[in-house]
């Protein structure tokens, strides 16, 4: 974003000149996804523009990694509606340095990570560019009224997250420093190639499971901020029930920061974080153990605005801290 | 496109890379959008991504001129398979020279010219970038099996065009050779605000009154030989028939080329190119009548390959003269 622009408030601006979505668009700006409305059918629309240094830098990326990460990205928009990822379009801009070999390399990435999900590329362009240049659109489906938004979370709703965020960063870390030691592999693994977790998505859309819904792009504490604004409801996280990264004390010692930090505002990890009804949990395990997903609770709705950690007993407002995509 | 890369041979290859669309994709690459297919809706995606100083040039343009041009072009391709455009979410990339004026005026641009067609923005983002980068992706609808794709002309088909084509690329020509005579603002409103034949190309989808269909982006020759490798028949222009631009003498003096060249290899006129059975041509006078649009049956379609002329009763082959955007 440019240095002299307010981003934020010129989004809000630009938000402001367009009218309120009207049929068949159920849902404009403001989600992982728009939705546009067909009879019985449900229609999901999430874009991403991804521009070389500053989204993603060449290298330490090989275009192979940025080609199944790129998808991927996507592919979690559609997942943290709990749709199904239809199709795709990729339009590249490309530098006069960058060789036929490397652009072909791009697409394996996204041709393996893409067809793992059977979502399917229909469409793009490749022109000439400054920087390295990609666009990504994707398409998916889902029932009428199963998209879960992230607007919906109520009081008394329990907080859950799948996986163990935080991974992400460490690998992003561990990348930009060079030469890791192979413990850190896992971590660049998790970083380049998240794991979308699609089957648990359609279960707490089909069964209606969950009540709001976001993937963790920019950390568990950012997402949840979007969650808590969305719905006009207050987030608690409760710091002891947080899954533990178990990191080694060699592991440790070649990291930056504590744990506690990347777990909280780690970005990239494409975990689920989502808001159920209690009553609603013993659902959620179910599915969980249905499609061999992990996740835990890891707080609560209540009422009020903005994220709170508990930690100790003592509930503390949590000190948004963005996470740095590199 | 990289001056080292062949952007042809390279499209094939990934093209090869990734299987036959399979459903809900019922057309993936290699027409004006894709198409998903749901039940009794067809589900249109194009993308463009827009890069400056390769696709367009600030100045002479204006960013409320440019937020125009990108939305409508997309509207086109739309408006090119007879549907309905519905969606659309713009990503854009900022240089830090920007103002927020400019982007503000650019989505003005955006604004007004998708508020006539009733399309609608529900997504985007903004990010920093070195050049000026718009990505635009739209969202169109359609009936089951509604759509005209380019390649279903076959031989026997009248060859027909809307509109005068060539007057974008007059108009292109005025505005970058700088201050043109007055005479010049009629073309070059038609090349920064083109009229998007939607109700037309409703009424020729909804009637099945064409056979085929391809928005004029890259010229007469180009894009009559786009339908003609696809449908795989032979296409042939006849020049008499072409609609002429009326150039005055002092118009064509400040003017590089000849009439003929605007006409048959001029781009981003945005006016439909379609085939039409012979006994369909009546349907498709009324419909033109209904919706007061011109429309100039041009040439046919019969067997072979490639783009022809007939001139002076004999037929010769019409050499690709690639459009030059800028």
């Known amino acids: ?16 000149m367009f009218p309120k979505a009207k049929p068949p668009v159920k849902l404009g700006i403001g989600d992982d996804c728009a939705i546009l409305h067909f009879k019985d059918k449900e229609i999901l629309v999430s874009s991403d ?13 090989k275009p192979y990694e940025l080609g199944k990460k790129a998808i991927l990205a996507n592919i979690s928009d559609i997942s943290a509606m709990g749709g199904i990822p239809e ?54 489906s889902n ?13 008394g709703d329990l907080l859950c997250v799948t996986g163990k965020p935080g991974c992400s960063a460490i690998g992003l870390e561990a990348l930009l420093k060079g030469y890791p030691p192979p413990v850190f ?3 660049i693994k998790h970083h380049i190639e998240p794991s979308i977790k699609i089957p648990f998505a359609r279960g707490l859309s089909i069964l209606k499971a969950a009540t709001s819904m976001i993937d963790i792009s920019d950390g568990i504490a950012s997402d949840a901020r979007r969650i808590a604004e969305a719905s006009g409801v207050r987030v608690v996280i409760e710091r002891e029930k947080l899954p533990s990264l178990n990191l080694k004390e060699d592991e440790r010692a070649f990291l930056e920061k504590e744990e506690a930090f990347y777990i909280l505002h780690g970005g990239e990890d494409y975990e689920l974080l989502f808001t159920v009804r ?3 949990l013993a659902k959620v395990k179910q599915i969980a153990e249905e499609t061999q997903t992990e996740f835990t ?7 009020g605005e903005g994220v709170y950690i508990k930690e100790n007993g003592e509930i503390k407002p949590l000190s948004p801290e963005g996470f740095k995509h590199f």
């Not at 974003?1 to 402001?16: A, C, P, T, V, Y």
């Not at 609770?297 to 009422?303: P, Q, S």
């Open 278 to 280: 209690p009553e609603k």
């Open 49 to 61: 523009l991804l521009i070389e240094n500053t989204h993603f830098l060449i290298p330490p990326f």
């Open 1 to 16: 974003m440019s240095q002299k622009i307010d981003e934020f408030e010129l989004i809000n601006g630009i938000r402001e």
């Open 143 to 155: 029932e009428k009224d199963g998209s879960i938004l992230r607007s919906t979370a109520s009081c």
């Open 185 to 187: 592999l896992k971590y």
């Open 87 to 140: 199709a795709f379009t990729v339009s590249l801009g490309l530098p006069p340095t960058v060789r036929e070999k490397e652009v072909k390399e791009l697409y394996l990435g996204i041709k393996e990570a893409s067809s793992n999900y059977r979502c399917q590329l229909v469409g793009g362009d490749i022109s000439r560019s400054e920087r390295f240049t990609i666009s990504i659109t994707i398409v998916g």
């Open 297 to 303: 609770v890891i707080g609560f709705v209540d009422e």
